[in-house]
């Protein structure tokens, strides 16, 4: 551990555009340089030691997942959960949160936020590792399943949040505007009233698409289920 440590000391990291990029947010410094020791390898790690310095991080760099401690000083984890969750621009990203103690009250609360997973310090580093691609495999298997049904609930995203209402309203504009031959991602735009890359982020994070694969997938869906349905009718010249 004190070889890591002395590494992730001495080796300012280049981030890799093949890489997940992963924010730690722990208070204790020498705790948050060995965590990032054991991200290293597989992902560009940024650093924060308190939930005010996490939402700058988040404001400068395109952060795919979020390690955050509960107990730390100026802004604790559950308050920069909450801020997180109710934001557009941050709240698909996953988060981990790390804690020595947990009430069952605050574990709901937070569940509730949206927060994906907790980890009981002290924790072993394949652990670690082996909880945060869980959740991220989830992810990616959910956003595969989503593909065949285009249907919001196989997405598992909680209920009534940013995200779940934003990508309801996607599919449903799609669903009306699908046969027009000049629709595009700037219907979608100016029917949710938000950027371009914000909606960009937002899709490929949660449906692992961008607008206009969304677009293109969801016709050819439909296309797929009018020749099914044609094999026993044969209603149709194709």
Excluded: W
Excluded at 21 to 50: G, H, P, Q, W
Excluded at 85 to 95: D, E, F, Q, R, V
């Amino acid at each position: 551990n004190a070889e890591k440590l002395d590494k992730a000391n001495e080796i300012e990291e280049v981030p890799s555009p093949q890489k997940l990029n992963v924010l730690v947010i722990e208070d204790n410094r020498d705790m948050c340089l060995y965590i990032k020791s054991i991200l290293s390898e597989r992902y560009n790690t940024f650093e924060a030691y308190n939930g005010k310095e996490g939402l700058v991080e988040l404001s400068q760099h395109d952060i795919d997942f979020i390690i955050c401690d509960i107990m730390m000083p100026v802004m604790d984890g559950m308050e920069f959960a909450s801020k997180v969750k109710a934001n557009p621009a941050y709240s698909h990203i996953p988060m981990l949160m790390l804690t020595a103690q947990m009430s069952d009250e605050y574990r709901t609360q937070s569940y509730k936020m949206g927060v994906e997973a907790y980890l009981h310090k002290p924790f072993d580093e394949q652990m670690l590792l082996a909880r945060m691609e869980g959740i991220l495999e989830s992810r990616k298997n959910s956003q595969q399943k989503f593909l065949y049904t285009f249907n919001a609930e196989d997405l598992n995203i909680e209920q009534e949040t940013f995200d779940d209402k934003l990508i309801r309203r996607v599919i449903d504009h799609v669903h009306e505007n699908y046969s027009n031959p000049d629709y595009s991602i700037d219907d979608i735009l100016h029917e949710l009233g938000c950027s371009k890359s914000m909606l960009n982020k937002k899709m490929q994070s949660v449906i692992g698409q961008s607008p206009g694969a969304f677009i293109r997938n969801f016709r050819l869906n439909l296309a797929k289920e009018l020749i099914i349905k044609n094999r026993e009718k044969r209603a149709l010249n194709i």
